[in-house]
């Protein structure tokens, strides 16, 4: 079965600095995506970033980016010029079918605290 | 932010009582799910669904119940409900490769 691991409860990360979020998964597939959502308080679940493993670039999406290590089933998430708007709990999550459907597997989550 | 809605958004409640959380979207999307979230946890599937008249029990066992009657609504209903039952619900839709999350019910069972 699959699994998600964020080790990090908690980080905090000065105003306009650049923070690192970590992320490993262990899998037997070959082909499957990897996501990272932002959960604000009180607000809804977004989507940060995908990843589809067949591809060896990293995405990008603006200020987030992701090292996506697949020997090593690592997939981190990076934000740079962080901004108060950002503090969140962020979630990794591993994409999977099984029994015919797609099915999401998430991480613990990590608290990010920007400070002004 | 994506079109998938869900009322009550807050909910306290005495226990035994039977309880229905709503879940609409409006993007025709087939694939439904809801997950339980205890306070900065993490999402534990609880149902799924994969069109209508298809309902699966998720990853994580749960007294709930679900219905896919139309494919724009997924409610979520409890037939007794507990202090355990205590948790934020949320509800998700699938479309390709990405999930769009609901607001979330939090639900208090007294």
């Known amino acids: 079965a699959q699994t998600v691991t964020q080790s990090q409860p908690e980080m905090s990360v000065q105003e306009a600095e650049t923070v690192t979020l970590s992320c490993t998964y262990d899998?037997?597939?070959?082909?499957?995506?990897l996501f990272w959502y932002k959960q604000p308080p009180s607000r809804q679940m977004i989507l940060v970033i995908r990843?589809?493993?067949?591809?060896?670039q990293n995405a990008t999406e603006n200020r987030f980016s992701v090292n996506f290590q697949k020997a090593a089933k690592s997939f981190s998430l990076k934000i740079s010029d962080s901004q108060l708007g950002d503090a969140a709990m962020y979630f990794c999550?591993?994409?999977?079918?099984?029994?015919?459907?797609?099915?999401?597997?998430f991480g613990t989550g990590t608290r990010l605290k920007v400070l002004a | 932010e994506a079109d998938i809605y869900q009322t009550p958004r807050y909910l306290v409640i005495g226990t035994g009582k039977k309880i229905t959380l709503e879940c609409s979207q409006t993007?025709?999307?087939?694939?439904m799910y809801w997950y339980q979230q205890d306070p900065g946890m993490e999402l534990h599937l609880i149902h799924y669904?994969?069109?209508?008249?298809?309902?699966e029990k998720g990853d994580l066992s749960s007294e709930s119940t679900v219905s896919r009657i139309r494919t724009e609504h997924f409610p979520l209903t409890l037939e007794s409900a507990r202090p355990s039952h205590t948790s934020q619900y949320l509800c998700?839709?699938?479309?390709?490769?990405?999930?769009?999350f609901g607001p979330g019910t939090r639900l208090t069972v007294l």
């Open positions: 998700a839709s699938t479309y390709f490769n990405e999930q769009f």
């Open positions: 899998t037997s597939e070959s082909d499957y995506y």
């Open positions: 990843q589809e493993a067949y591809k060896q």
């Open positions: 999550a591993y994409r999977t079918f099984t029994s015919g459907t797609y099915k999401y597997i």
């Open positions: 993007m025709g999307h087939d694939k």
């Open positions: 669904s994969y069109g209508v008249n298809s309902t």
